[in-house]
């Protein structure tokens, strides 16, 4: 047990749902609500990202427990913490304007997006199947009302049910999962469940229950074949709801894959590897493949999310440190390459115009050859082109393939990230070489342009010089 208070350990937890609800109060009854919402959030996130970064002081003599047990302060917990911090900023920045533009309730975007960061923080720190579950359902539920938001609109609504309903099929499965793994070890601790020497019948019930864990994770990451809901939620739901589920969503899923697979599943990582090497290649193959034939950019992205999910389980399933270190890597490359992409598809929508098809992007170089040279570099990191985070990304995943000597799916994982490089180079193709209709001149605030060329940036910086990410990845582990 940690000598530290534990609610010193969960300060920053505390913190956020504090000032969630605070903000709840201030934006019924203060005057200009939406404005100090707005900066009150980010600071929010801003003191949070603070505390966290002071609790790795607690970390000297090692991670920390408290709570019975059912929480855990590592390295890993602080650095994922750390990026949903970074990720809902940027969210919170690049959607103001396009969620004023069409009406969508602010109190409600900002309120339910600190809530679902809350939940991503107590999945991260979770470390007992019941805080799983408790950190999943608090990131899920803001989730399915986050994308129904805007209630004039058919497909939104259309979007939140299918993610509803089919989140409700991967809760109830993974939740069946849990009650299997208890049933065998009479435990709920991660820690107890890691160390159980079990044989006979309780073998084969935790094998069951370890199936349907790894489908629930499957479903949370949106890889294939429990790809299904992915394309429909990331084209129905409003453009800022869908760039917080691919970037602190995204996260989350690799925290719950982490804590629930490798740390509590160890023993059978021989039966997990197989289902996840299916996994990965049946992503691979369907996001890729799909990807090809999408004219609605963000449907494209969606199908290349779970493209890229096949991949980061490509270094995940290697199972060393090294290849979780590189699974890691991969995860925060892609939600920064994500948030510019989606980033720059809020600051082209207009009032009453979706920048969402891949024709409302031909001839931007000839109206906006800035944006034009962000979105290039953004393509270009997503096919995973030197000297971008992207390739640094994917080449960090296919050395930890050929380690764990697996080259024949570090071959195979080549030639579906060949596939996939047309996809993106017909966004650039549009770009630069059709000619679009002139739509009018985009009016984001500076804020937003700042932000969007620092994102853009680290983009390429991260890439060139990625050695201390490379560091932080491979302190977590």
Not at 375 to 402: C, D, H, N, T
Request: glycine content about 6%.
């Amino acid at each position: 047990m940690t000598t530290v208070s534990p609610y010193l350990l969960a300060l920053p937890e505390i913190f956020i749902l504090v000032m969630g609800c605070a903000i709840l109060l201030v934006g019924l009854f203060a005057p200009r609500r939406e404005a100090i919402v707005f900066y009150l959030s980010l600071a929010t996130l801003a003191i949070a990202a603070f505390l966290s970064w002071k609790t790795w002081g607690f970390l000297v003599s090692g991670p920390q427990l408290a709570f019975q047990n059912s929480f855990i302060l590592d390295k890993l917990a602080v650095i994922l913490k750390e990026f949903i911090y970074v990720s809902a900023f940027f969210t919170l920045i690049y959607s103001r304007r396009y969620n004023e533009a069409r009406n969508i309730a602010f109190l409600e975007f900002y309120v339910l997006g600190l809530f679902a960061v809350l939940g991503s923080m107590v999945l991260v720190s979770a470390y007992n199947l019941l805080t799983l579950y408790l950190g999943l359902e608090l990131v899920a539920l803001p989730s399915y009302a986050l994308v129904a938001l805007r209630r004039d609109s058919k497909i939104c609504i259309e979007a939140a049910m299918k993610y509803f309903v089919i989140g409700a099929v991967a809760s109830g499965m993974l939740l069946y999962g849990f009650s299997l793994m208890f049933g065998a070890t009479h435990s709920l601790e991660i820690a107890t469940i890691a160390s159980a020497n079990l044989s006979g019948s309780t073998q084969v019930l935790f094998l069951i229950g370890l199936v349907f864990s790894v489908v629930a994770v499957a479903f949370k990451l949106g890889a294939a074949p429990f790809h299904m809901w992915v394309p429909d939620v990331y084209q129905g739901a409003p453009t800022s709801v869908t760039l917080f589920i691919g970037g602190v969503a995204k996260i989350s899923a690799f925290a719950l894959a982490v804590r629930l697979i490798a740390e509590a599943l160890p023993g059978l990582v021989v039966q997990w590897q197989v289902l996840l090497i299916i996994i990965s290649i049946l992503s691979m193959a369907v996001g890729n493949i799909a990807a090809i034939i999408q004219t609605n950019l963000k449907r494209m992205l969606a199908y290349s999310s779970i493209a890229h999910m096949g991949y980061m389980l490509l270094g995940f399933l290697c199972a060393t440190p090294q290849a979780y270190s590189a699974a890691l890597f991969y995860t925060m490359s892609y939600v920064l390459m994500t948030l510019a992409a989606f980033g720059m598809i809020l600051l082209l929508s207009q009032q009453g115009f979706e920048a969402e098809n891949i024709k409302d992007f031909a001839g931007l170089n000839e109206r906006h050859p800035w944006f034009a040279l962000m979105m290039l570099v953004v393509m270009f990191s997503l096919a995973g082109i030197p000297p971008l985070v992207g390739f640094i990304a994917k080449l960090g995943v296919l050395e930890a393939l050929i380690q764990a000597h697996l080259v024949w799916l570090a071959v195979i994982a080549i030639l579906f990230a060949v596939i996939g490089s047309y996809y993106y180079l017909r966004v650039v193709k549009a770009m630069y070489f059709d000619h679009g209709v002139a739509t009018e001149s985009t009016d984001c605030s500076m804020m937003v342009k700042i932000m969007m060329s620092v994102n853009t940036l680290l983009v390429l910086l991260v890439g060139v010089f990625p050695a201390w990410l490379f560091d932080v990845s491979h302190a977590a582990f």
